[in-house]
């Protein structure tokens, strides 16, 4: 008996292991092959153990695919797979004696009986070549910017299943890709078709190396940080956040009212900075902060001195915090590679729901589109954007009638109400799309409101709304950002009216249990139309005495109440909600949610337990920003009086921390008013920060708490 004979035949390759190196279609075949094929074994060559398939010549050897044939296929062909199953049958078929290998030295034997001994369970295959394949050849392999996709991806763990029988098949579910990995490497396959080695069985590895824990998340990353260029630029980011506490500091100690314009310049090229380190936050923070300074020194009458101090104050956070990084992986985790990268979707089937127009600060106008996805109830969007002005000149106006993009042939405008079919598009962590010229997109139908996520998303009762969708447990800046988007359901709309002072669009929506959300939009030139649809509509429901019917916007909190921000008005009979509002709301009504039937209009009076200490918080937040102005030296002996008589009235409602700080924050200022030669503010200025993030949050829980009162939600 030849050796290639013995081996083959006790080789553990199954089915999933030829599948891997073929398909499924071919071993199907090969199965038939060797009942009705002309096969004969004959004899053991240099180049493999001969096997005749019909007029064909197979040479077997191990690894089995690097077997070859006599057709003219060039690839693993099914001679070899039908050649190879008719080799292993024979030899099973032998007798038991036969199957010994007399030459069999005796370390075999004990391994083989070991192996015998554990078969029973599970037979134990060698992977030892997928787990000792190198990052640095990976690397090498797939180049680096892939290399780096793959790290995002493993970071954001996205969904793989692994199993592991003969063969270790990876399917990488986010791509819609399934690897087989085989050893040697080089049979492994993928269903991208590729036959060269790709970037899914480079991720495939990867997690199948992090997954039988021969290799961390963290070696990738340090592979990553040690590239020459990628390396990244520690040092020089933990030296910009030190010039960006600094300038801070003497921003805060010098006081404002000393400062010159020129500091509007100073933060725009901080900003720089912040791009060119790729610090994607940091950058925004200053734009908002330059923004907030030009206004100011510009006396603009829209400036908002409690904006700049909590910016300010935001932004000396950050940077102290980034000071204090002793681990590259956080700072890594700062730069906007992470969060801007955009990584492939599942196809999705998307309902546009609406858009909106947007101008923003930085220079930029555009519109995004508001999709629901059909299957989870996630929400998407699409933005297209382009800078205001284009080489000095200013851009064309956006109209929505610009092309859609993925291939539709439609306008931005017919996007947003339609249904469509998304695959091989790119998503980013906050569930934007990208326009890739690789996806494509069908149009499936118009904007539909029958499926589950509509319903998920939908309220005609407020109080519900706000418990399920504002969560206690979200931090200060977290809730400060927080914006829902959902269909709203009103009962009734109580008023509607522009206020001209604060050009402003306000408009009361009520739900049945006399709870309220109040629609707002500030006025300019793009949300003109809004407004005078809105009106209309107020008037139109006004004369007719009819229900309203549906609102799609955003909701967030702000002056103590729910707002809405509505990005889109759709007539009854379209959404048909009614069905599964009554199903959602059964037996509702009777549950006040805190307040009793008479008592109704409570929903619109403020909570007397939270009132008062939201105006000591503001009391407090006012004294700081008097000191944001006229800086640590020049501070008014009435302001030191202000801080120890609000001091005191903090203290009176149990806040301790904040009480203590008050207290040092007079003291010190005392001090310097006393002997000016007192040099170095840095401890003061730590002082001033930790008190005013205290105020900051306790402001933001004093906020929610009233909303929440009004909903009924209030816990003391
Ligand atoms: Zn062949
Ligand atoms: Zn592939």
Redesign the pocket.
Known sequence: MSELYRMLGQSGIDDDYLTGLTNKGIVKRAYKDIETADIKICDETEDGLTVTVDDVTCKLVMPLGESTCSCPSRSMCRHIITAFLYVKREFESEPEEVKQDENMSCSERTREAGELSTSAEKQTEDFSELLDYPLSTIKKQVGMNSFRTIYEHLIMENHAVITETSIVTVELENQG?K?KLLAPIEYST?S?G?KEF????AEAILRYQIYKEKISIENIAELIMSEGEEKLNKDGIITLAENIKQMLEEMISAGLARLSPELVSGCERFAIMCHNERLADFEKDFRTLSEQLRLYFGRHASFRIEKLLSDVIKLYGEANHIVHITDDREIYKLTERMRTEYVPSKPLDLVGMGYRHFKSQTGYEGEVIYFLEENTGKWYTYTNARPLYYEGKRAVRITGKEAAPWGLDCSMQELAQSRIHLSGCRVNQDNRLSSTSEAKAEIVGARAFTFDGVEKNSYNNFSQLFSEKFPTNASVWERNGYEQLVFIYPYKISEAFFDSVRQRFLMMLEDAWGNRIQAHIDYSNEESYNIKYLERLYQQIEKKKKKPACFFGKVYISEGMLKLYPIEYYEEQTTKADIFLSRKNVGKKKEQNGHTEEDKSANNMDNPEVEGLKDCLENCRNLMTQILQSGFTTVQAQTIEDIRRVQTTVLQYGLHYGGEMLGRLAEELEKRKHDMTIQGSEELVATFVRLNLYIIEALSKVKYDEVAWKFGHYEK
Not at 198 to 201: A, E, G, I, K, S
């Open positions: 890709v690897v993928c991208c590729r790709c970037v899914h069985r």
